[in-house]
């Protein structure tokens, strides 16, 4: 079975869309990766041949004792196709490898998702790449076609114990809840943006609830001056479905159930979809992606959006950083959407690849080595561990500096993370397939710009989802 899972993931689309929109881009939001053409050999083919017993070793020192060890190569395929966060990795690796001399480690960068999950597919013939950058969709993908080692991912972070965020482990567990889908570096959290300035003029509470998001929609809305109350995401894409789970989480719903079976007509699920489409009323009208939320609230055409951390840096290069505000929404509960990035080790490495690799892992969120990573995208990538939030070295950035009074509330996101397909503990993998088919962006978009009814999409999203999980 687990050869024949790996046979067919090689004719899986290439197009398949495992990335995650994350308010300005993919995986880890912002970070587009290079095009690499389909027909280009695995990478293993660019990877000199590990040598043999009689080739030369290389020395490590411990303890006063001289362990030999054989030289072994190993590549790392990620995202990060800017020359400046290279330069960072490419510093890591030089630490690493003076560190353990015996390893050397090869960048595989690769820009744009459709390369990307090309690329991922094609090499899932054969010759993935020793350790690989992902996100949740694609971390969930790699794990049920049976391509990521879950022992030597769950070495590492066991080799970390209970120095997590709680909802970050929640997100990584695997379907049974006995492993986990990657090792993660680094995050980002969704929430309601709000100008607290402009709040305070009119003497309106933060936008937390629902009646308080929609008190305060209704209080700005002035489309003779074009200024709205608030920017929804409607796009027909994953970032609809983002912005909507936290509004369908906060009130009890999910699109599976218990036992990961489509649930996208219930009561509560029809209720989120009457108050989304409710609070579009008096949104900026369209189709409204990453670019059009940002940029309304950048211009002050809204007083509050939904957005990523992404944002950060932009609030903060504009000087509007100390006018806004970030709330989770809340109804039931409360509930932020959040990407997790991680990092898989691939099945099938020999054993010498395998040890580079766990070490080159745990090399990279040792905290320091994850702090460096980290500055790459300062705001836009939070840390998963508390110990780093709170480092002196990690806050010592000037962007970081600039939100450093939001600090606690962003932490607080990340552990009221909330993702459709987690319930009662159980992480359905299968709900990679149906964020990936985007049913749920394309029914927020029916919801909103096509003007249907909740229970209209309720119903006809809850036939596709059954489809999708009979395949």
């Not at 046979?7 to 899986?12: E, G, I, K």
């Not at 159930?257 to 989120?272: L, T």
């Not at 990523?308 to 903060?316: A, C, E, Q």
């Not at 987690?422 to 003007?451: C, E, H, P, Q, W």
């Amino acid at each position: 079975m687990k050869k024949m899972k790996k046979t067919l993931a090689v004719f899986l689309a290439a197009s398949m869309a495992f990335g995650l929109t994350a308010c300005g881009g993919s995986k880890t939001e912002e970070t587009p990766q290079p095009d690499v053409p389909a027909t280009e050999s695995p990478a293993a083919e660019n990877s000199e041949p590990a040598p043999d017993s009689s080739g030369e070793a290389a020395q490590e020192g411990t303890a006063g004792e001289e362990t030999a060890k054989n030289p072994v190569s190993i590549q790392f395929m990620h995202s990060m196709v800017e020359e400046e966060r290279q330069q960072t990795i490419q510093g890591l690796i030089d630490s690493f490898e003076e560190e353990y001399s015996w390893i050397s480690v090869e960048q595989v960068p690769v820009d744009g998702d459709s390369a990307y999950d090309t690329k991922l597919t094609a090499f899932a013939g054969g010759g993935m790449p020793a350790v690989i950058e992902v996100n949740q969709n694609r971390a969930k993908w790699l794990v049920g076609n049976e391509l990521a080692d879950l022992d030597a991912i769950r070495e590492v972070i066991e080799a970390k114990p209970g120095e997590y965020y709680d909802a970050i482990l929640k997100i990584n567990t695997t379907e049974d809840g006995q492993n986990f889908i990657g090792v993660p570096v680094g995050g980002w959290v969704q929430g309601i943006w709000y100008n607290k300035t402009a709040f305070d003029e009119k003497g309106l509470a933060a936008p937390d609830t629902w009646e308080n998001i929609l008190a305060a929609a209704e209080a700005f809305y002035d489309p003779a001056n074009k200024k709205y109350g608030i920017a929804l995401p409607t796009v027909d894409g994953s970032f609809s479905e983002q912005s909507f789970s936290q509004f369908a989480l906060s009130a009890g719903a999910n699109a599976l159930n218990a036992d990961g079976e489509a649930d996208f007509n219930s009561e509560e699920m029809v209720e989120a979809l009457a108050f989304y489409k409710e609070l579009y009323q008096y949104s900026i009208q369209g189709s409204n992606s990453t670019t059009e939320i940002k940029d309304a609230l950048l211009n002050g055409s809204v007083p509050m959006g939904i957005y990523s951390t992404y944002i950060l840096k932009d609030l903060i290069n504009e000087g509007m950083m100390d006018d806004f505000g970030f709330a989770l929404v809340t109804s039931k509960t409360s509930a932020s959407y959040g990407s997790v990035g991680m990092l898989s080790i691939s099945d099938g490495l020999s054993e010498e690849e395998r040890e580079a690799a766990v070490l080159f892992v745990k090399f990279l969120v040792e905290p320091e080595n994850n702090i460096r990573w980290l500055h790459m995208a300062p705001g836009g990538q939070q840390p998963v561990m508390p110990a780093v939030a709170d480092d002196p070295a990690y806050l010592d950035n000037e962007i970081i500096k600039g939100f450093e009074t939001l600090s606690p509330e962003i932490s607080a996101a990340f552990g009221s993370i909330s993702l459709f397909g987690i319930v009662d503990g159980k992480n359905f993998v299968s709900m990679g397939d149906v964020t990936s088919s985007n049913v749920i962006g394309r029914a927020i978009y029916d919801l909103t710009v096509n003007d249907k009814t909740p229970e209209d999409v309720a119903a006809d999203t809850q036939k596709q989802i059954e489809g999708l999980l009979a395949q």
